[in-house]
């Protein structure tokens, strides 16, 4: 895996969890699960985001604001952020996590999942 | 949908029941298991990291010997469940200071339009409570005896 995708799939997945740490804690304390404070979270977040090469992260945050999520996942070929069908060659390359990439049409980073 | 059809006997496999770890801590149970998931040696890295960082923000030991670690992951396409059984039993910071003994990993991706996720994580801790301590799921020696366990347990709940 390129390690600046390394680096924004990290970035992307703690995000997430601190969002739903915010929205669904009342849900998981319910359940019996213990949420304590977020800031060794944000904390960890800074750590990753401080990593990230500049204009990297300054898309992904560009991004963020106009999709929410920045990085999505390729499944049989398809983009999970605009749902368009990837164009043969890049979809058939070998060691496609090996370069960061990003979808040609709405820009997202892509992560392609094992099939 | 509703939570009647979340089953979590329907996620569970064979394979993906393992009832002799053999990690002794934390971050070590969290390694085996997510050693299991199939992921390559960098994505699991990912993913540890993760899993870590949520047991920070408390922890998911819920007592009666369960805990269960989740969180969400670009690196599944699906939710998945993996279950580890540890007879000694590791520290885990849990709610009652007790160990833990049975693991309940669960990683679901960040698109889950029917928020099985949380749906499937009430109904673990859910039967994690009605649990005592002479269940066949901490004795059972095969993981089908397990698996058949765990579908006689939801029936009632």
């Known amino acids: 895996m390129h390690p600046q995708m ?15 740490a915010t929205e669904d804690a009342a849900q998981e304390k319910a359940m019996g699960f213990k949420i304590d404070s977020l800031e060794h979270l944000t904390k960890a977040q800074s750590d990753v985001a401080k990593q990230v090469d500049k204009d990297i992260f300054s898309r992904y945050q560009k991004l963020k604001a106009r999709y929410g999520r920045p ?41 392609w999942l094992s099939e | 949908m509703g939570s009647a059809s979340v089953k ?3 996620l569970l496999k064979a394979e993906r029941v393992h009832l002799n770890l053999k990690a002794a801590g934390r971050d070590s149970v969290l390694k085996e298991l997510v050693g299991r998931t199939g992921l390559d040696e960098k994505e699991q890295k990912i ?8 047991e920070e923000l408390g922890s998911t030991g819920i007592g009666k ?14 939710l998945t469940l993996i279950v580890g059984r540890s007879k000694a039993g590791v520290d885990f910071d849990s709610i009652d200071k007790k160990p833990a003994k049975l693991f309940f990993l669960i990683i679901a991706p960040p698109h889950d339009p029917q928020n099985q996720y949380l749906i499937t994580l009430g109904r673990i801790a859910q039967l994690a409570k009605e649990l005592s301590p002479a269940d066949a799921l901490f004795t059972a020696d095969q993981p089908a005896e397990f698996i058949s366990r765990i579908t006689e347990l939801e029936k009632n709940i």
């Open chain 1, 71 to 111: 990085v999505v996942p390729v499944i049989n070929g398809v983009c999970c952020g605009c749902y368009i069908r990837m164009p043969t060659a890049q979809a058939t390359k070998v060691g496609k996590n090996q370069s960061l990439t990003a979808c040609g049409n709405c820009g997202r980073f892509l992560y």
């Open chain 2, 65 to 78: 010997s369960v805990a269960i670690p989740h969180c969400r992951s670009l690196l599944l396409n699906s």
């Open chain 1, 6 to 20: 390394e680096l924004l799939v990290t970035l992307h997945d703690l995000e997430l969890m601190i969002k739903e």
């Open chain 2, 47 to 54: 993913l540890l990291v993760n899993l870590k960082q949520r």
């Open chain 2, 8 to 10: 979590i006997s329907s």
